[in-house]
RNA sequence: GGAGCUAUGGCAGAGUGGUAAUGCAGCGGACUCGAAAUCCGCCGAGCCGUCUUAGCGGCGGUGCGCGGGUUCAAAUCCCGCUGGCUCCUCCA
């Protein structure tokens, strides 16, 4: 939810940032309209209500003088009407404002690249291991040896599509055995590296109500790509990020705790709508995938600097792994509905030949708190909204994905990272 | 699934139709070497609108879990819903 007396007092400028998030000047001029429109109805309505009040002060002072106030009482019954109408109309009025500007987008920080879509994303840094302990080099011709993942998942028996589409459809998978054992390793790894930085973990709901949906920005524009739960207030999260955040929702923090930073690892649902065809096998696009999400509150004055921290703590996965990665600022364009800011880590998958998402690291300032009234006071004891931040740390099934290829052996083995060792019981899965 | 009770500020808590008490906490002061205790004072309700501002503030409306209704007037009466607690039933 956006800021609406900033929008009022800066309508050019407003258009302008949101025009760069791709949304059409009209929505805000319609906004503005009737935000118009209903603060004229509001002060109509007050000003009967205000002659109400006076009125029937006088009502109850002659009352209790036994003086008649018949006369008084007929008049306020015909201005009780009126303000029934006129409430009505107003109503009428704030539930068009909400509907528009909860349809709009997040505006973009300042330092974010301006652009139309993926192709005007800045690359910040791309990291890769000094040790490449006999793995095929990224960036280099792969050698003809080389599988994608879901092949070697399957050569391996460790990743089941087949029975996974014969029990629930398309992309739904079963891990089996040393696979089930890698994807659990990756994401214990994951929390702990996230306990030592800070992170309160969490076990949350997966179901939450429509209020938190909300509250986080998936509703109600993006309802199309959620499992709602039929016939109930209830939808299965898309992610940790819906019940990490709405944690706080309608509630005041205590300034001294902030920040305050969050994890959880959590299946996400996704319907995936209009990804018919794109990455059909495999682990990159599913419609149940476990993800581990971290969370942080702050104060304004602090978000940026938390970005920053949240973005390292998802890279520092991705090096003690081992996997090449890089990291990119999205721009205008590419960002998602709620977010100010966002990096994306993307991970190298040699098969492919290219990076692909594994992370997303936003700053949503203060647009989800405005949403889900999440506040803090201030030192002069005014209250003020937090600023939000998300991040996967990280996308649990890509990551496996990611270890498959970047791992795998000539003879189809696959060597498993150092630091995931402790957790997976030995150093190499074979047929 | 059934029954009863319940929802008021950051917290506790009064208020059964006519201006939402009070206490704790918080802030300032006195006392003290300092602190605690005590005493004095202040502040303390969110949201919307508007004026003045640009440090605040004034005025109006609304606001007592949420949504309706009755009434000149609702925290208070009526209806519906949600959450919490207790009991019954069931259950990993």
Same mark, same amino acid.
């Given at each position: 939810?956006?800021?609406?007396?900033?929008?009022?007092?800066?309508?050019?400028?407003?258009?302008?940032?949101?025009?760069?998030?791709?949304?059409?000047?009209?929505?805000?001029?319609?906004?503005?309209?009737?935000?118009?429109?209903?603060?004229?109805?509001?002060?109509?309505?007050?000003?009967?209500?205000?002659?109400?009040?006076?009125?029937?002060?006088?009502?109850?002072?002659?009352?209790?003088?036994?003086?008649?106030?018949?006369?008084?009482?007929?008049?306020?019954?015909?201005?009780?009407?009126?303000?029934?109408?006129?409430?009505?109309?107003?109503?009428?009025?704030?539930?068009?404002?909400?509907?528009?500007?909860?349809?709009?987008?997040?505006?973009?920080?300042? =330092?974010?690249?301006?652009?139309?879509?993926?192709?005007?994303?800045?690359?910040?840094?791309?990291?890769?291991?000094?040790?490449?302990?006999?793995?095929?080099?990224?960036?280099?011709?792969?050698?003809?040896?080389?599988?994608?993942?879901?092949?070697?998942?399957?050569?391996?028996?460790?990743?089941?599509?087949?029975?996974?589409?014969?029990?629930?459809?398309?992309?739904?998978?079963?891990?089996?055995?040393?696979?089930?054992?890698?994807?659990?390793?990756?994401?214990?790894?994951?929390?702990?590296?996230?306990?030592?930085?800070?992170?309160?973990?969490?076990?949350?709901?997966?179901?939450?109500?429509?209020?938190?949906?909300?509250?986080?920005?998936?509703?109600?524009?993006?309802?199309?790509?959620?499992?709602?739960?039929?016939?109930?207030?209830?939808?299965?999260?898309?992610?940790?990020?819906?019940?990490?955040?709405?944690?706080?929702?309608?509630?005041?923090?205590?300034?001294?705790?902030?920040?305050?930073?969050?994890?959880?690892? =959590?299946?996400?649902?996704?319907?995936?709508?209009?990804?018919?065809?794109?990455?059909?096998?495999?682990?990159?696009?599913?419609?149940?995938?476990?993800?581990?999400?971290?969370?942080?509150?702050?104060?304004?004055?602090? =978000?940026?600097?938390?970005?920053?921290?949240?973005?390292?703590?998802?890279?520092?996965?991705?090096?003690?792994?081992?996997?090449?990665?890089?990291?990119?600022?999205?721009?205008?364009?590419?960002?998602?509905?709620?977010?100010?800011?966002?990096?994306?880590?993307?991970?190298?998958?040699?098969?492919?030949?290219?990076?692909?998402?594994?992370?997303?690291?936003?700053?949503?300032? =203060?647009? +989800?708190?405005?949403?889900?009234?999440?506040?803090?006071?201030?030192?002069?004891?005014?209250? +003020?909204?937090?600023?939000?931040?998300?991040?996967?740390?990280?996308?649990?099934?890509?990551?496996?994905?990611?270890?498959?290829?970047?791992?795998?052996?000539?003879?189809?083995?696959?060597?498993?990272?150092?630091?995931?060792?402790?957790?997976?019981?030995?150093?190499?899965?074979?047929?």
């Amino acid at each position: 939810m956006l800021d609406m007396k900033y929008l009022r007092q800066n309508p050019a400028e407003a258009a302008q940032r949101l025009a760069d998030r791709g949304v059409d000047a009209g929505q805000v001029t319609a906004l503005l309209n009737a935000d118009e429109a209903r603060r004229a109805a509001i002060q109509e309505v007050e000003t009967l209500k205000a002659q109400r009040n006076e009125v029937t002060d006088k009502i109850a002072f002659a009352k209790r003088n036994k003086e008649d106030a018949s006369e008084a009482i007929a008049e306020m019954q015909a201005v009780g009407a009126r303000i029934k109408e006129l409430d009505a109309k107003q109503a009428e009025l704030d539930a068009q404002v909400a509907d528009i500007a909860a349809h709009l987008p997040n505006m973009a920080h300042e =330092s974010v690249p301006v652009g139309a879509d993926e192709e005007a994303n800045v690359e910040q840094r791309q990291w890769e291991p000094a040790d490449y302990q006999g793995r095929p080099a990224a960036h280099t011709q792969a050698p003809a040896w080389l599988k994608p993942h879901f092949e070697i998942g399957e050569n391996l028996g460790i990743l089941d599509f087949e029975r996974g589409a014969k029990v629930s459809g398309s992309r739904f998978l079963y891990y089996v055995g040393d696979g089930a054992r890698l994807e659990r390793a990756v994401y214990n790894f994951m929390l702990d590296q996230h306990a030592e930085e800070g992170y309160v973990e969490m076990i949350t709901p997966i179901v939450v109500n429509n209020e938190a949906m909300y509250g986080t920005g998936q509703y109600p524009k993006f309802e199309d790509d959620a499992y709602r739960v039929e016939g109930l207030d209830q939808t299965y999260i898309p992610t940790a990020e819906v019940p990490l955040t709405n944690y706080y929702r309608e509630e005041i923090i205590d300034a001294d705790k902030l920040p305050i930073s969050v994890t959880a690892i =959590s299946p996400s649902f996704r319907k995936e709508a209009g990804s018919a065809g794109k990455d059909t096998r495999g682990l990159i696009r599913l419609h149940q995938f476990n993800k581990v999400e971290m969370v942080k509150f702050a104060k304004p004055e602090q =978000s940026y600097a938390e970005l920053e921290k949240m973005t390292a703590n998802a890279e520092n996965i991705l090096q003690k792994l081992g996997l090449p990665y890089h990291v990119i600022a999205l721009s205008t364009g590419d960002m998602g509905f709620s977010a100010a800011k966002t990096y994306d880590l993307e991970v190298w998958l040699p098969a492919e030949n290219k990076y692909r998402e594994i992370s997303s690291v936003s700053n949503t300032e =203060s647009f +989800q708190a405005r949403r889900a009234r999440i506040q803090y006071r201030d030192d002069n004891g005014k209250l +003020q909204f937090v600023h939000t931040l998300n991040g996967s740390g990280l996308a649990v099934g890509r990551t496996v994905a990611a270890i498959l290829e970047n791992y795998q052996n000539e003879d189809g083995s696959v060597t498993i990272p150092e630091v995931l060792r402790p957790y997976f019981g030995k150093a190499k899965i074979e047929a």
